[in-house]
C-alpha cells in the first residue's frame, strides 16, 4: 500500500533522551513506542499491544501464522466431537519456563481464570457452558448452543502455569479498573519464545529467549529491550541514530523523513482496527453535561448532528496525513462480514442544518458534554478529538475534552467486570476483532446490550441497546448457512447505521519503522511477534 502526502515535513535533529550512545549488540533488539505495556497479565486488558506483547511469553492453544491463518500451537489438535463439544489434543512434552509440565490442568486453569474475575477476556465466553479436563493431554468444552467460532476466538488466549499462580496468589487477574495489581501484573512465567528478565513499569521491560521452547525459534534475538517513549520526536531520533532498532507506530507527521534515510525503512499497510467515536446512551443523564434530567445522546436526532459534523476527509487530510481510511461501519473490509454496500458514510451537514435538527431535539442553544480520549493508544488519538470538538463547536456543542495515558484512560472509560458502566459520556475508542476476524466479535463486544447474564457488549461503553440488533447478533454467532448468515450480518448492520449508534472514524494505517539491518513480519492485526525478528 502506498500513501499520498500533500506536505513534505523536515525534522529538526534531536537529542535523544533515555537512550545510551552504545551500538546496540549483534543480536540484542531495542524497540520502542508511545506508551507502555500495562500489564504483564495476559487476561489484564482485552488491548491489542497488551496482548501482543504478552504473546511473546504465553502461547495460546492455537495461533495465527503469518498470513493470519490458524496453526497448531500448545493445542496439535483441536474440533467438534458433536455442535456442543469442542476437543483439544495438547502438545505433550512442553514445559513452562521454570521446567514444571504443561498440562490439561493448566488449560482448564487458564480458560476459567480468561474467564474469571478482574479477566478483560470474558468476551471470547459468552457461549461456554463447561471446561473438563479429559486426560493430562485432552480438554473437552461443551457450550450452550453451537458456536462454530469458538477455535478462533480463542487463538488469542495465553495458556498460565496453575502452580505458578497458586505459589504467587495470583489466582485471579488484577481488576485493573479498579486500579489493583497483583503478582502476575509485574512477572510472568509461560512456555513461550521469550521470558521476562526484567519489568520497570513506565521505563524499560526486558525479555531473554527461553531455551526450553517447544518450537523452532526464527528468531536470533539474545535480547529484546523495549521502552515506551511518549515523545514522537524523541521516538523518530532515535531510530535514526540508531539507538533502537524500530518504532511501533509512526507518527503520519514524520513518515516521509524517515523515507528518506537511508538507514530507515518504513513498512505500512491497512490495519484491521476501525476508530470510532462512542455516546453514553445508557445513562438517563449524563455524567459529564450541563444538560440535567435527561441524556441528550438517547435522541438519534442528536446523534445524527454529531455524526454529519464530523468530517472525517477533513481529519484524514490534515490530522493523519493521509494515513487513514474513512468508514461509515465498525468493521474494516477484510474482516469477514463487512458490508460493502453499507460503507457510505452520510453527506456532511451545514452547521445551520445540524443546529435545526439540536433544536427539533430540544436543545437549540446546544449543550455542554465531556470527552475521553487517549494520548498513547491510538495514531495521532488526541489530535482527532481535538479536531472533533473543533467541529461540534460549530454546531453549539461545547465538548470538554480529557485526553490521558491509555491506563487511566482505560480504567475510565471501560465496563468493570461487573458490566457496571465506566465514567464518561463521550469517547473515542478502537477495535479490531483480531481473535475471529469475524464481524460477529464486533456485534458481541461492542453493539450488543451489556450484560452480565448474557456476558455480551463488555467493550459497550455507552450502553447501546438495540433488541433487533441484539436478536439478530445471537442468531449469526450460530448459523452456518453462509447466505442466511450474510444477510443477517447485513440486516443488523443497516440497524446500527441508521441508527447512528457510533461514529466510526477511519481505518487507521499500520505504519512502523525499523533500521534496515532488522528483518520482521508486519501483521495486519497490528500484532508484533517477536519469534519472526532476526538482527542482521
Request: charged content about 25%; glycine content about 6%; proline content about 5%.
Amino acid at each position: 500500500m502506498s500513501f499520498r502526502f500533500r506536505h513534505s515535513l523536515a525534522l529538526t535533529a534531536l537529542v535523544c533522551a533515555g537512550f545510551g550512545a552504545v551500538a546496540a549488540e549483534a543480536k540484542t533488539f531495542r524497540w520502542a513506542n508511545a506508551g507502555d505495556v500495562s500489564s504483564m497479565d495476559p487476561y489484564a486488558r482485552n488491548e491489542t499491544f497488551l496482548l501482543t506483547f504478552t504473546s511473546n511469553i504465553y502461547d495460546p492453544l492455537i495461533r495465527r501464522d503469518k498470513d493470519l491463518k490458524l496453526e497448531p500451537a500448545l493445542a496439535v489438535k483441536w474440533g467438534q466431537v458433536d455442535k456442543t463439544t469442542w476437543f483439544f489434543d495438547l502438545r505433550q512434552g512442553v514445559k513452562f519456563s521454570d521446567g514444571t509440565p504443561f498440562t490439561a490442568a493448566d488449560v482448564v486453569f487458564s480458560l476459567n481464570r480468561a474467564n474469571g474475575p478482574g479477566s478483560n477476556m470474558g468476551g471470547n465466553f459468552v457461549s461456554v457452558k463447561e471446561i473438563k479436563k479429559i486426560n493430562d493431554h485432552r480438554v473437552e468444552v461443551i457450550t450452550k448452543y453451537p458456536d462454530p467460532l469458538l477455535a478462533d476466538k480463542w487463538a488469542a488466549l495465553a495458556m498460565m502455569s496453575k502452580a505458578w499462580a497458586e505459589k504467587n496468589n495470583a489466582l485471579n487477574s488484577a481488576d485493573m479498573t479498579k486500579n489493583e495489581e497483583n503478582f502476575a501484573t509485574r512477572n510472568a512465567m509461560g512456555t513461550g519464545a521469550f521470558m521476562l528478565k526484567e519489568r520497570r513499569a513506565g521505563e524499560r521491560t526486558v525479555l531473554v529467549p527461553n531455551p526450553n521452547w517447544w518450537d523452532k525459534p526464527q528468531h536470533n534475538l539474545t535480547e529484546v529491550i523495549f521502552t515506551p517513549v511518549a515523545n514522537p520526536a524523541t521516538r523518530v531520533a532515535a531510530i535514526k541514530a540508531g539507538d533502537i532498532d524500530m518504532m511501533y507506530e509512526v507518527p503520519p507527521a514524520d513518515t516521509e523523513s524517515l523515507k528518506r534515510d537511508a538507514n530507515v525503512k518504513v513498512l505500512e499497510g491497512p490495519e484491521t482496527r476501525v476508530v470510532f467515536l462512542g455516546f453514553d446512551t445508557e445513562r438517563p443523564e449524563l455524567l459529564e453535561s450541563n444538560v440535567k434530567g435527561k441524556n441528550p445522546f438517547k435522541d438519534k436526532r442528536v446523534r445524527e448532528a454529531i455524526h454529519r459534523s464530523i468530517d472525517v476527509q477533513a481529519i484524514k487530510r490534515t490530522v493523519m496525513r493521509g494515513q487513514s481510511f474513512p468508514t461509515n461501519l465498525m468493521v474494516a473490509p477484510g474482516i469477514n462480514g463487512y458490508v460493502k454496500a453499507l460503507d457510505n458514510r452520510p453527506a456532511l451537514l451545514k452547521p445551520e442544518d445540524a443546529k435545526k435538527l439540536l433544536a427539533d431535539a430540544g436543545y437549540p442553544n446546544g449543550f455542554e458534554v465531556g470527552m475521553d480520549c487517549p494520548n498513547d493508544r491510538y495514531v495521532n488519538d488526541e489530535k482527532i478529538c481535538q479536531a472533533a470538538v473543533a467541529m461540534l463547536a460549530r454546531i453549539g456543542i461545547k465538548v470538554n475534552l480529557l485526553a490521558q495515558t491509555r491506563s487511566k484512560y482505560f480504567a475510565k472509560i471501560l465496563r468493570k467486570g461487573d458490566y457496571k458502566p465506566g465514567e464518561t459520556s463521550f469517547y473515542m475508542l478502537g477495535w479490531s476483532p483480531a481473535s475471529t476476524y469475524d464481524v460477529h466479535n464486533v456485534f458481541e463486544q461492542l453493539i450488543q446490550t451489556p450484560s452480565n447474564v448474557t456476558k455480551k457488549g463488555l467493550f459497550n461503553a455507552g450502553g447501546y441497546s438495540n433488541p433487533e440488533v441484539d436478536k439478530l447478533a445471537d442468531a449469526m454467532e450460530q448459523e452456518t448457512d453462509k447466505a442466511k448468515r450474510d444477510a443477517m450480518i447485513a440486516q443488523a448492520t443497516k440497524l446500527y447505521v441508521d441508527d447512528y449508534a457510533y461514529i466510526p472514524l477511519h481505518q487507521q494505517a499500520v505504519v512502523w519503522a525499523a533500521r534496515k539491518n532488522i528483518e520482521l513480519v508486519q501483521l495486519a492485526d497490528n500484532s508484533f511477534p517477536l519469534r519472526f525478528v532476526t538482527v542482521k
